[in-house]
């Protein structure tokens, strides 16, 4: 009889440990990404490839601090499709990726390689010769604490233009 009682009490503590973990999802989904900038790092003009650094802003308005371990995205360039691409930190351990603190915006940057082809020539010379350029990206992040992953999709545009 004593053993049915502790397996009771363990599923009891199990299910209000599953319960707490689900109060933080309304804290978690107040997470806010957008686009921060879009860098040419490098041109090849041999190979006819740029690399570009995309810069993310994650702004933490809840009251949970949280880590982002991926980010999957499609950039556009002037409304047009130059590439997939992603952020990820999941190879390294929770405690040591950064931290988002209540109240704190923090950049995370990603690296997506562009290749010159007859569909996106007019975007890629825009973009490696410095020309007003305005990109927009889509994707889905992923929100993560020692409980619970949190996957939310996102869209930001960003004007970049020639001064």
Do not use: C, H
């Not at 691409?85 to 931290?99: F, H, K, L, W």
């Not at 923090?106 to 997506?112: G, Q, T």
């Amino acid at each position: 009889m004593i053993l049915y009682v502790a397996i009771g009490g363990l599923f009891a503590f199990m299910a209000a440990m599953v319960g707490v973990s689900y109060m933080d999802t309304p804290e978690l989904e107040k997470a806010e990404l957008r686009l921060g900038g879009v860098e040419v790092t490098d041109v090849n003009s041999i190979e006819n490839f740029a690399k570009l650094k995309v810069s993310f802003l994650i702004t933490n308005p809840g009251e949970r601090t949280f880590v982002i371990p991926v980010i999957s995205y499609e950039l556009f360039a002037n409304g047009k499709s130059i590439g997939t691409s992603s952020y990820s930190v999941e190879d390294i351990p929770m405690t040591g990726r950064a931290p988002f603190y209540p109240g704190a915006e923090i950049p995370l940057d990603s690296y997506l390689k562009i290749f010159l082809t007859e569909s996106n020539s007019d975007e890629y010379l825009a973009i490696v010769n410095d020309e007003s350029v305005e990109f927009s990206v889509k994707g889905q992040y992923t929100i993560e604490t020692a409980w619970q992953l949190v996957e939310k999709e996102f869209e930001s545009s960003l004007y970049l233009s020639v001064n």
